[in-house]
């Protein structure tokens, strides 16, 4: 077997069409506009280090270092950025840092480490806009999680479930990263939610995004986060814990109707309840929140054991929220929705690296998680973008998928009449 090869050609050519619709859209320009302005001798815009990295992530690898490794020959060709060095990308990522904070809560001693970056969640969100995510969108709908994110660095405090990493906190709207907060593993979700949230919802109003309702589970069940989310959003559907009070307004609810759901069969129901009341009486905090509804689904427990505040041997979740207008049922379909979320973290994790941080610093890893972030946007819009002119792709695919179907096609730039050309060895049925 007699073997030709060629310098020039790239087995990942479909990443030029990617980098193109990006050149179209501004990102690039965008990106040098605002992060921070680099001395007249450097080599590298900030274009070349962030298309850099996530041309990295768009063609299967996990780590800058795959720049110098597996794709040395592959990207050198490309004529819209200048490729740098992975030290050099790492090293500007540091520059983007912001200092971590340090918090101590009004009833503890412990030290809580934050890590939040204005800058490129702003340059997150420039961009969601000029990608046009959010306009489509008549009543939005924030979504609010935070994530156990494992790892050994030198700086992880361990996280509640017993091990080192970090936890942090990640707004969505649809399945848009708008926001993200890092925090050290032993601030757990709901430790100083309430100043996450306000910093959040500062930034989105400061970008005229407006949120009609927001969504997020039990950690963010009390006075300081409902209060100051009642401030910033219309209506809110948040997951309810059991207490006593909780436990006495289900002793009140007398319309329940029976249900069966995934052939188990339940019962709802749903009252008026003022949460936190008689906390914010003793703490002699004003109290702001709206009326109320709880919106409780039970089912019979098959030990038969009984619920010591209730009197009834029946598992319980509530729905706690403001919305007065949707029936019992469409809250808990309404609320049950942002269960895709964890499907988002799970591709964040996996498909664009948040598992494999590169620093041993918080703050240095919160910028690694924002640029990730990003990338993570823009194939969501690229994926819909490229799948309605290319019939082998679809909205659906993860990222792996559309690497093998799209990004890995052999390509060679030659430059012919003084104007560079893109070959594309194989069939490629995209409507330009």
């Given at each position: 077997m007699?073997?030709?090869?060629?310098?020039?050609?790239?087995?990942?050519?479909?990443?030029n069409f990617v980098l193109t619709e990006f050149e179209t859209l501004g990102i690039g320009k965008l990106i040098n506009q605002q992060l921070p302005l680099l001395a007249n001798q450097s080599k590298y815009s900030w274009k070349d280090i962030i298309y850099s990295f996530w041309s990295v992530l768009l063609c299967g690898g996990d780590c800058a270092e795959d720049l110098s490794v597996n794709f040395k020959d592959s990207f050198h060709t490309n004529p819209f950025i200048n490729i740098p060095s992975p030290d050099r990308i790492l090293g500007r990522m540091k520059d983007l840092s912001e200092p971590k904070q340090i918090f101590i809560t009004p009833r503890g001693s412990s030290k809580h480490e934050f890590s939040f970056n204005d800058q490129l969640n702003q340059l997150n969100l420039s961009i969601v806009k000029k990608l046009g995510c959010l306009k489509s969108t008549k009543h939005i709908t924030l979504d609010y999680d935070n994530t156990n994110i494992f790892s050994e660095k030198s700086d992880a405090a361990m996280t509640y479930l017993k091990d080192r990493g970090y936890t942090?906190?990640?707004?969505?709207?649809?399945?848009?990263?708008?926001?993200?907060?890092?925090?050290?593993?032993?601030?757990?979700?709901?430790?100083?939610?309430?100043?996450?949230?306000?910093?959040?919802?500062k930034l989105l109003n400061a970008n005229?995004?407006?949120?009609?309702?927001?969504?997020?589970?039990?950690?963010?069940?009390?006075?300081?986060?409902?209060?100051?989310v009642s401030k910033n959003v219309d209506t809110f559907y948040i997951r309810a814990r059991m207490n006593e009070s909780?436990?006495?307004?289900?002793?009140?609810?007398?319309n329940w109707t029976s249900i069966e759901v995934q052939d188990r069969e339940m019962l709802r129901g749903s009252t008026l309840f003022n949460p936190f009341q008689k906390i914010a009486g003793r703490n002699h905090q004003e109290y702001i929140l709206p009326p109320c509804r709880l919106v409780?689904?039970?089912?019979?427990?098959?030990?038969?054991?009984?619920?010591?505040?209730?009197g009834e041997a029946f598992n319980y979740a509530a729905i706690l929220t403001n919305d007065h207008f949707m029936s019992d049922d469409q809250i808990v379909m309404f609320?049950?929705?942002?269960?895709?979320?964890?499907?988002?973290?799970?591709?964040?994790?996996?498909?664009?690296?948040?598992?494999?941080?590169?620093?041993?610093?918080?703050?240095?890893?919160?910028?690694?998680?924002?640029?990730?972030?990003?990338?993570?946007?823009?194939?969501?819009?690229?994926?819909?973008?490229?799948?309605a002119r290319y019939k082998n792709l679809s909205p659906e695919f993860r990222l792996k998928k559309?690497?093998?179907?799209?990004?890995?096609?052999?390509t060679k730039w030659i430059k012919t009449g003084r104007i560079m050309k893109l070959r594309v060895f194989g069939r490629v049925e995209l409507r330009t």
């Open positions: 007699k073997l030709i090869q060629s310098t020039q050609l790239t087995p990942f050519g479909g990443l942090p906190g990640v707004g969505f709207i649809g399945n848009t990263v708008v926001y993200v907060e890092n925090r050290n593993g032993n601030s757990d979700a709901q430790t100083l939610q309430q100043d996450t949230l306000s910093r959040m919802f005229n995004i407006r949120i009609d309702r927001f969504r997020a589970d039990s950690a963010s069940c009390q006075l300081s986060t409902l209060s100051e909780l436990s006495e307004a289900i002793t009140q609810i007398s409780v689904t039970k089912e019979k427990r098959v030990d038969g054991q009984i619920n010591l505040f209730t609320y049950n929705q942002r269960g895709a979320i964890e499907r988002e973290f799970d591709v964040l994790k996996n498909d664009f690296s948040w598992n494999k941080m590169p620093f041993s610093k918080i703050e240095y890893n919160t910028v690694f998680l924002l640029i990730t972030a990003m990338c993570r946007n823009l194939y969501h819009f690229i994926i819909n973008c490229f799948s559309f690497i093998f179907r799209f990004i890995c096609i052999p």
